[in-house]
């Protein structure tokens, strides 16, 4: 397939340029780190695989390789105990993740808070996904997700509703913000939509050859989707018409993707792809043309998205290092080594002022401040250099400034609380508090 490069990605794509930063003052700025080896969970245990989970070297390479999926290694709660791949609450200021095979963790990422573990005994965990609208939570293990309720910040340890689709293992999950949703990927190389207002009615989408291991609903359009395979196809759905409307061979298989909007280019239908040796793509989904291809990192990237509120791409390496990118050349503004080891996880919170981290027993709160753009030739840009200085050219026209805080897993008291301000994300349709 032929690439549509513009001029800056191309001279980044073919000469290495991707690596030079731009002189814009943008500022990541470290506040308090902890960095612990012992949580509350069990350490060691069994694991589906039949090793001791430390050992168990082999199960945590599978996770991480969507390729070795197709091997008979099965244990994803492995991987589980290490690593903090947390999902983010849409309205409150919460993140959750699993905390070994049989608990599940609510923390509060404005105060650093722990507020609820709960242990699920009747079945395991792999992963779980806010379903914010309806105060549920989607929780799978091997081959079934299971639907429960939270009551006054409290989980039910207890499913009120369980499904499976013919015993295939779940790969993942994702939830729609807006419409009653639940998005999932299977071994059984098909991707299936769940309807909770229509007693859980599942709509089974076939194409893929290989096993779809990922999958993503796109944050503002609400008819749009995507599904990637380990043979390294994605495929763009329409929920409208329950089909596809493109396949995007990217080569091999992504660790991450995401499905955004341009909030300065023409193409409003950017798709971002990681790859594990590095590569960062850009792919306007609607064409099927890519737009951008560059080395972003020298690790696995575990995370890529185009910032909601302000014109950068932030990506997020496996080996801890955070980087900005202009939305406009795609070349490197900053980068910033966080220090989380194995990172496999970043998001930005309801409000978009912060990242969140997560990477192995720890997470990590990255404060992005933008500041307000001060238009050239007034009072107040004369006021403002009088004061700062010359302001650098950069894409936000200012300075932006990052404060990073980072929280053990086992809730330290004497950890510093990191404050956000509270808004709403924007969302069409209003704002659902729990």
Not at 43 to 54: A, E, F, R, V
Not at 136 to 144: E, F, G, P, R
Not at 357 to 385: D, H, M, N, W
Request: hydrophobic letters at 35%; glycine letters at 8%.
């Amino acid at each position: 397939m032929a690439d549509k490069l513009s001029g800056n990605a191309v001279d980044r794509a073919t000469m290495g340029g991707g690596t030079t930063e731009r002189e814009c003052g943008l500022q990541l700025l470290p506040k308090l780190r902890r960095d612990r080896d012992v949580v509350r969970y069990k350490d060691s245990y069994t694991g589906s695989c039949g090793l001791d989970s430390n050992k168990c070297r082999a199960c945590q390479e599978a996770f991480r390789n969507p390729r070795a999926f197709s091997s008979d290694v099965d244990c994803h709660s492995c991987e589980a105990s290490f690593l903090v791949r947390f999902d983010v609450h849409p309205f409150k200021p919460w993140i959750m993740f699993v905390a070994g095979t049989h608990q599940l963790q609510l923390w509060n990422y404005e105060n650093g808070g722990n507020f609820e573990c709960c242990d699920i005994s009747s079945h395991a965990i792999y992963s779980a996904k806010f379903i914010a609208k309806n105060q549920w939570i989607a929780m799978h293990d091997h081959d079934t997700i299971y639907i429960h309720e939270v009551f006054d910040d409290v989980i039910d340890g207890e499913p009120f509703q369980a499904i499976k689709s013919r015993g295939s293992p779940v790969t993942d999950m994702a939830v729609h913000r807006r419409l009653p949703y639940l998005l999932t990927g299977f071994r059984t190389r098909h991707v299936e939509l769940w309807n909770w207002d229509s007693e859980w009615k599942r709509t089974a989408l076939k194409g893929h050859s290989e096993m779809v291991y990922m999958v993503k609903f796109h944050p503002k359009d609400k008819d749009t989707f995507a599904s990637a395979s380990s043979d390294g196809v994605i495929k763009i759905w329409t929920m409208t018409k329950m089909r596809e409307s493109q396949t995007i061979q990217v080569g091999s298989a992504p660790s991450t993707m995401e499905l955004c909007r341009s909030r300065k280019r023409q193409q409003s239908s950017l798709l971002i792809v990681g790859f594990h040796e590095g590569l960062v793509e850009v792919w306007d989904y609607r064409t099927g043309l890519r737009l951008a291809s560059w080395d972003g990192h020298n690790h696995s990237v575990q995370a890529a998205f185009l910032h909601p509120q302000s014109p950068f791409i932030f990506t997020a390496s496996e080996d801890g290092e955070v980087k900005a990118w202009s939305e406009s050349d795609y070349t490197a503004v900053t980068s910033y080594s966080s220090g989380v080891k194995n990172l496999c996880s970043m998001a930005y919170c309801r409000d978009s002022k912060a990242l969140i981290l997560g990477g192995e027993r720890s997470f990590a709160i990255v404060k992005v401040v933008v500041p307000e753009v001060v238009p050239k030739g007034t009072e107040r840009e004369e006021v403002q250099e009088r004061q700062t200085g010359p302001t650098r050219n950069c894409e936000a026209n200012g300075q932006e400034q990052v404060e990073a805080q980072a929280h053990s897993i086992d809730g330290d008291d004497s950890a510093t609380s990191a404050k956000t301000e509270d808004s709403s994300d924007g969302i069409d349709g209003g704002v659902f508090l729990w």
